[in-house]
């Protein structure tokens, strides 16, 4: 676990959150030194995404106003976090006779509040010491839903490093009757990159003349099965190398859409349609096909995985996660697929020093009820986050929604509003199922990472507000 370090906060905006430098800790909302990595190059207006897999509720959520982006900082200086003060604070899964009292006597009524069904378990860690505070259940292996996002960006941080791009290329045949439009695993990619790709592809083609070409796709990266377990769904696309804008047929930039049944194809045919654009004379339908042995004539890259990991934890990016699996994958050597995607994402986290023992990753996302992921497990991973020695991990804790402001915490926190700002947290929605894991810091100004796990919940409207009054806790909490 990371040793004892200093921490310091400030606030620059009303949108709170956390982010890391080399020996503090920032809390500035949702940005990182005044803007979140992942929007440098673009403002996103938070929204609520993420799965749904629940009907809506009667009652319509109360409009919350948009914080104001030039809003005074509110929260003081972190405190060097020094030695424990209180109760002990060891090893304390399962052990009542161990958990700090004061963390006890808040949290267990909450944890037995019957919102939250009959399996429930719990992880509370100091980030800073890496000492747990509080366990219930805490290595107990449960469905994680989208929190085991989580695992997924941080073995692909991990594999790949912050600054990876994803590539998507367009390559000529030696004849140069063919180009082969090669799909590398970018669920972002655009109409404009995909027709900023035609433009450069037509340059490159210039000096050859102006012979007809064939075009070819080939999303020969992926293997194994494309449709997710849970179906066609419109919470994720059939799971190819090559798609456009994640497959999605209408204007949502995030959350459950309507989705092609074939996103490479259409890929691939609008390229088709950007090429003739640019004067390129396009003969004949796009079919399947593979990439001949030379260099491409032009390439598009995505958006750092740092800036991708923001994305896939902000909005629970399904697509995304899914992407970011069988980059871990290819990273290790095996199969881009449901399977090698999570033997790569166990065996990155084993590297790391993380529990895995029981744990499954069925899939990136979290849709498959197969997955299994303890409490301890997310904590742990949230304190290598914050650890200074790790940085490339530090997208892990940018990326987390904040509580009553942006992402899927965007309209959470109306029954806890003592949480609102101060929470960061990943979000996990099945029917049954609902989790809740990030960050939160207490009053005495030390940075807690927190895990809860609830099965078989009789509903999201019920178990949801349980879990925001559970983190929410935690920031009026002095757990020393």
């Known amino acids: 676990m990371p040793e004892p370090r200093t921490w310091q906060l400030t606030a620059g905006s009303a949108a709170l959150g956390l982010a890391l430098a080399a020996a503090a800790v920032t809390a500035a909302g949702p940005w990182d030194s005044g803007q979140r990595t992942a929007e440098r190059a673009r403002a996103a207006a938070p ?13 319509a959520a109360p409009h919350r106003p948009e914080p104001a982006p030039s809003a005074p900082g509110v929260l003081t200086a972190l ?11 060891g090893p ?18 909450l944890l037995a509040d019957p919102g939250l069904g009959p399996l429930r378990t719990a992880s509370v860690v100091d980030a800073a010491t890496g000492r747990q505070l509080y366990g219930e259940g805490a290595t107990t292996p449960m469905t994680p839903a989208s929190t085991v996002k989580i695992a997924t960006t941080a073995a692909a941080l991990s594999a790949l490093g912050p600054d990876h791009r994803i590539a998507t290329t367009v390559t000529a045949a030696p004849d140069g009757k063919t180009l082969t439009l090669t799909g590398g695993g970018d669920p972002t990619l655009d109409a404009n990159r995909l027709k900023a790709l035609a433009t450069a592809t037509a340059r490159a083609l210039e000096t050859r003349g102006h012979a007809p070409v064939r075009l070819a796709y080939d999303t020969g990266l992926y293997t194994g099965p494309a449709v997710h377990p849970i179906g066609p769904n419109e919470n994720i696309a059939p799971v190819t190398a090559l798609m456009t804008r994640a497959g999605r047929l209408d204007g949502s930039p995030d959350g459950p859409a309507p989705r092609s049944a074939d996103p490479a194809r259409d890929t691939a045919t609008a390229f ?21 042995k030379a260099a491409p004539l032009a390439r598009t890259h995505s958006a750092p995985l740092a800036d991708l990991v923001e994305r896939t934890l902000t909005h629970s990016d399904n697509d995304l996660a899914e992407a970011l699996a069988r980059q871990t994958a290819l990273a290790h050597g095996l199969p881009a697929s449901f399977d090698g995607a999570g033997k790569a994402v166990r065996a990155e986290l084993a590297a790391l020093g993380l529990p895995v023992a029981g744990t499954r990753f069925a899939d990136g996302s979290g849709l498959d009820r197969n997955d299994r992921v303890s409490a301890a497990l997310l904590t742990g991973l949230l304190t290598r986050a914050a650890d200074p020695a790790r940085p490339a991990l530090r997208p892990l804790l940018t990326g987390l929604p904040v509580g009553g402001f942006t992402g899927t915490l965007a309209d959470r926190f109306d029954t806890a509003p003592a949480g609102a700002g101060l929470v960061r947290a990943k979000t996990g929605t099945l029917t049954g199922v609902n989790t809740l894991a990030g960050t939160v810091v207490t009053p005495d100004g030390r940075l807690l990472a927190f895990a809860f ?28």
């Open 47 to 59: 929204a609520a995404g993420g799965t749904r897999h629940a009907p809506p509720p009667a009652p």
């Open 79 to 89: 405190r060097p976090a020094g030695p424990p003060t209180g109760p002990s604070t």
């Open 92 to 109: 304390v899964d399962g052990d009542p006779g161990k958990r700090p009292a004061d963390l006890a006597a808040v949290l267990v009524p």
């Open 272 to 292: 088709a349609g950007l090429l003739a654009d640019a004067g390129v004379d396009v003969t004949g339908d796009p079919a399947p096909g593979r990439t001949p």
């Open 453 to 480: 796990l609830a099965g078989r919940t009789p509903s999201p409207y019920q178990a949801q507000p349980v879990l925001d009054r559970l983190s929410a806790a935690l920031a009026g909490q002095d757990p020393a």
